[in-house]
């Protein structure tokens, strides 16, 4: 996360990301996203 907050849903999990946090998950399993707060989320995303 570079800036803002994501929540993020992973397999019926939910997770809220702030600047700094990372997360490494397998995108075969359903999930989603979503900015929250004031601000954009902004973030990186690698897929391999």
Do not use: C, Q, T
């Not at 397999?11 to 707060?37: C, M, Q, R, T």
């Amino acid at each position: 996360m570079l800036s803002g907050v994501l929540k993020i849903w992973i397999d019926g999990k939910e997770l809220v990301l702030n600047p700094g946090d990372s997360i490494y998950f397998d995108s075969s399993y359903p999930h989603g996203l979503a900015a929250i707060g004031d601000e954009p989320a902004r973030f990186i995303a690698v897929v391999i």
